[in-house]
């Protein structure tokens, strides 16, 4: 009855190895392997036959250290029960991570009669781990500032862009709400946004105002997109900030020159225009127009070669091309333009030549009648 009982469990426990699903090696006291389960094969590509007798370091790929086995031995030996991760080789050559446990196998007395390896292979679990933390590192790392919420707007990961732009370590914002970084009369906005994103939008480049830790107001551009488990559910949300408050306040600035240049342009009790290279008309002012007797629409649609004196137009070519051409800031001439009735108006012409990208220079031109300056041109290539 003993001996049936036995063999019974024997039989299942034979069983539960052979339908182990991590790989199974049972070797001798010197290491020889005497079995292996259907999971080992499925993991090496060896099979049972071949690896009778052998010893595993027919697995070995190379990349460990020679101080990793002498280590690994040493445990064993002692008695003691080794386990860690190891790089091995399969039947074909390729590589895979394997976490493995080793422990004695001792008879009824206690003494050690061979040893028992557990192999479970962690390749794709490996991998997944080393391209989590190379994003991981990419993010952290950025300049940008990525922040990562819930759905509900708390903050679970705050980078060091995000550190540097808003001044506030990770320590001081992770479990709080994303409000805490805009002003109180944008949370509305934030609200909105969130929303969008909670339904499955995403979004890029939205400009918006943020808080620093100091109080101070800083423009940003924003991207937010969920991220979504394998349902589709939204589980949390990353937001890329990127501080434009540099840019912003050029812009501010340009506006500000432009609204003063168009000022000075439009108020000027002297002609002035804007033109291209090829001489017509970009813009013109009320000065110009009463002088010349045209609308400011009719000069857009003509230029100022068109209304120079056909005895003058061959001369005044010929200096605005030394002009472009020549280190000259600026070229002055007398010369005689056509009003719009017909009669002769005689100007004196101060041209100046700007440039902006290098391959597009630009001029300007003023005009003056008799000895008062009537007119300023400017072209712009």
Known sequence: MCQAGNTVEHAGLLAAVEQAADGIVLTDIHGNIQFVNPAFTAMTGYFREEVLGQNPRLLKSGRMPAEFYKELWKTVLSGRVWQGDVVNRRKNGTLYNEEMRIAPVRDANG??????AFKHDVTERRAAEEAQAFLAAIVENSEDSIIACTPDGAIRAFNRGAEAIFGYSSMDVIGKHMSMLVPPDRSPALEHLAERLRKGERFSQYEGVCLRSDGREIYVSLSGFPIVNCAGEVVAISNILRDITQRKQLEKQLRANEARFRGIFEGAPFGM??????????????????????????????????????????????????????????AEDELRNIHRLGNVVWVRVRASLLRGMPSRPCRAVRKSSGNLPRTSVRHFG
């Open 111 to 116: 003494k050690t009669t061979g040893y028992i």
């Open 273 to 330: 225009c804007v033109t291209g290279l090829d001489g017509r008309f970009i813009q013109v002012n009320e000065a110009l127009c009463r002088m010349l007797g045209y609308s400011a629409a009719e000069l857009l649609q003509t230029s100022w070669a068109t209304l120079t004196h056909p005895g003058d137009i061959g001369n005044s070519l010929e200096k605005m091309g030394r002009l472009i051409d020549g280190p000259a800031g600026f």
